[in-house]
């Protein structure tokens, strides 16, 4: 099978998912994960339409997008992977979104650095719903005091939610905890779901499905 028909069925998929659940499928959107995979794998999927890809280091990600941004236009990259405050510049400066906000340190940087900047980035908060210690995101039970935070301290406006659940527990419990938590804080978006639980994610209300290898195939080396 290609990595076009990979694509196609990844979108099929993710359509027939929503209309399942009575959810119109333009209400989600695909972020296709090209984390690990040179810019000539990307190439095919940019050919085939398909402009909305997540990556998870900012160091790859800078390595990788600008030359294909003059190419193709009308890409939206979203960071999916933790920010080290010390990246927040090239963050700011490589993507459109940057679902991985998710403590004080990074929301002030990336206040300042947009201002500098004059660029906006749409924000996400990244919820560890699981509470696992070496996880990125903050934990649930502070989730509400961040958000706060984020809005009335450093001036941020927030979209979303994203999470990524313990990969040894049932997805549905924390999708559903990640789906609330953006709910009682007034925020539209929720990206959750990956190429193994996309199609629940929807039926819980993902706005955002991140979908690596079940479209570039498996990677060849494992990256959290
Ligand atoms: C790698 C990654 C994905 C994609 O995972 P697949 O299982 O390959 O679909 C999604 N979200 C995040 C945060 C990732 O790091």
Redesign the pocket.
Known sequence: MSIIDRLNNAKDAIARAASDCGRDPATVTLVC?T?TFPAEDVLPLLDAGQRVF?E?RVQEAMGKWPALREKFPGIELHL??PLQSNKTKEAVETFDVIQSVDREKIAQALAEEMTKQGKRPRLFIQVNTGAEPQKAGVLPQDADAFFAACRDKYGLEISGLMC?PPVDEQASPHFALLADIARRNGVPELSMG???DFELAIQLGATYV?????IMGA?EYP??
């Open positions: 994960v984390k997540g998870n999916i992977g990524v990956m190429s193994s991140r979908v690596g290898s079940a990677r990256q959290a």
